[in-house]
């Protein structure tokens, strides 16, 4: 140690006298000592005040810049020693490096950048904006011959790409076409994946998710499952999972998804199709997100249903009915509720026997399958009303609704059952319907819907209340009283923050539940009269005419 202290000495003598050959030995002895004993040989650097000397000799000219940055590098990786570094003003100089032809000065900055300023989103960012990306990009392309400064690259890329103001830089650069260059070189795994950590957080930004498109990643990709779909060794498994994500990935760009699709005639579609009856699940779950994901405008799905693909997802909805495997099941229910949003498929899909193979996962004690189970059945049944009327009469599924109503720790299972138990009566428009519903408890759930913080899901509620006070009061009239039905359309309507619609259909269940006396002296007791009476005024020419009617109808019979 004393030797460094010396050594030290000398350097801060030599650093401002020029004298460029002992400023070089000294560099070597601290260098020997950072390697014997990193951290005690960089608390000695920093007592004595090197770190500020040292932006001097990382000068573009200077023959000793590759041992600097070299130390730097060293002495960061200290994490009590970074913010010294930054201090010193070490970070300009070494970007400034980044623009070396010297292959070894540009692999020991980019190590010590990276060293400084690992774990450090803020000093991560004040690269990004000394504009560090496309400098490295350039160097990728420059250098990818260079395992080293390749590597070196890569994490810095995986790094920065972690980082959402990196993006637009990225984007602004052939980062795609470089990943995808040095891709197709690579044999060794450990490398492909290097990529990979790049790529993924790299492709969630839409504008690079085309750009790696174009620059013929997917190619790529489905290689590697081509490579890896048979094969039993753990890094087979991982780079097949690894690509097959990738790949589920690009397709939720819009753009990127529908050059892919190429109006369904596209070889990678054609390509991931043939992923469904594959006997490997997690290729037959990257097939069902990938349809997910082409199914996300009308065209796409018209044209996937018109071409058989409901009957593939089916088949392999069926084989998971026993295998469980709850990924797999999600994925494929999360295809055909997007298969079922257009009109024209929903008569098509419930042919094909949709919902009773859906229906066979009611039994799932699994929240996301009964989640996208749930939705699926209420995107099939919206304007069929024989679809509507099968499923509203079938006691065993309204009861696992009403079930799932009360589920408080799954909030978007409930707020889904309840959709759908409102649904099944709007499009049923069934007395049948409304009879299995009251029986199996659902009124108190759609009256507690009615509340609900979500405009569309108060008014489907409404809406079926309506139909049941309408279709069947008497048989509704006990659950109605019990829900406190009234106090509740008494609050929508007093709540000036309730929409035109809810104030609305408030006041034509109102109309409704007057032919049940006790409804009807709960209305009156209430003072409906002088809510009603002030809605006479408002702006919607709807709500103030229904305003007038349900006023005439409450004075009449008061």
Not at 135 to 151: F, Q, R
Request: aromatic share 2%.
């Amino acid at each position: 140690m004393d030797n460094l202290s010396d050594a030290l000495a000398k350097l801060k003598l030599a650093s401002t006298d020029g004298a460029s050959d002992s400023v070089e030995s000294c560099l070597d002895c601290l260098l020997k000592a950072l390697v014997n004993n990193n951290t005690e040989a960089s608390l000695k650097i920093q007592e004595m005040g090197v770190l500020p000397l040292l932006p001097t000799l990382l000068s573009p000219q200077s023959s000793c810049s590759p041992k600097v940055a070299n130390i730097i590098a060293e002495v960061a990786k200290n994490e009590f020693m970074r913010s010294s570094c930054v201090e010193a003003g070490l970070i300009p100089p070494l970007i400034q490096l980044l623009n070396s032809s010297d292959q070894e000065v540009l692999l020991q900055t980019g190590r010590a950048l990276g060293n400084i300023c690992y774990d450090s989103h803020s000093l991560q960012g004040q690269l990004i904006s000394m504009g560090v990306i496309p400098t490295l990009v350039k160097l990728l392309g420059i250098h990818s011959h260079n395992a080293a400064l390749t590597e070196m690259c890569l994490i810095a890329f995986g790094n920065l790409a972690e980082l959402e103001s990196s993006k637009e830089q990225f984007a602004s650069t052939n980062i795609a076409e470089e990943l995808v260059r040095l891709f197709q070189k690579q044999a060794e795994h450990e490398k492909k994946e290097m990529i990979f950590e790049v790529l993924a957080p790299l492709a969630e930004n839409d504008v690079i998710k085309l750009q790696m498109v174009e620059a013929g990643l997917v190619e790529c990709l489905l290689e590697v499952v081509a490579q890896t779909v048979d094969g039993e060794r753990e890094e087979d498994v991982a780079q097949l999972k690894t690509a097959s994500d990738l790949m589920v990935l690009l397709l939720l760009g819009d753009e990127s998804m529908q050059k892919l699709f190429e109006g369904g005639k596209g070889s990678v579609f054609q390509r991931v199709l043939s992923w469904i009856p594959s006997h490997n699940h997690q290729l037959q779950l990257a097939g069902a997100l990938a349809i997910a994901n082409f199914a996300r405008n009308d065209g796409n799905c018209i044209h996937m249903v018109d071409t058989g693909i409901v009957q593939k997802l089916l088949e392999l909805l069926d084989r998971h009915v026993d295998e469980g495997n709850v990924t797999v099941q999600h994925a494929a229910l999360s295809a055909l509720r997007n298969l079922a949003i257009p009109v024209v498929n929903k008569s098509k899909m419930l042919s094909a026997g949709v919902a009773d193979v859906v229906l066979k996962f009611s039994q799932s004690e699994m929240p996301p399958v009964q989640f996208k189970l749930l939705g699926t059945l209420r995107m099939l049944i919206d304007t069929q009303v024989e679809a509507a009327d099968q499923l509203g009469t079938n006691g065993k599924l309204v009861e696992r609704l009403v079930e799932w109503c009360e589920a408080k720790d799954h909030a978007g299972v409930m707020g889904e059952s309840n959709r759908l138990l409102s649904a099944l009566i709007r499009h049923s428009k069934s007395k049948e319907v409304i009879r299995t519903v009251i029986q199996g408890g659902g009124v108190k759930h759609l009256v507690t819907m009615a509340t609900s913080e979500h405009m569309i899901m108060q008014n489907e509620a409404l809406v079926a209340l309506g139909l049941i006070a309408a279709l069947d009061l008497v048989a509704a009239e006990k659950d109605f009283v019990a829900a406190n039905l009234v106090a509740v359309l008494h609050k929508l309507l007093s709540d000036e923050r309730s929409a035109p619609e809810i104030k609305y259909n408030s006041m034509i269940l109102i109309c409704a539940v007057m032919g049940s006396e006790p409804l009807h002296k709960e209305v009156q007791s209430r003072a409906f009269i002088d809510v009603v009476s002030k809605l006479r005024a408002h702006e919607n020419k709807t709500v103030s005419h229904q305003a007038s009617l349900t006023e005439q109808r409450l004075t009449a019979q008061s």
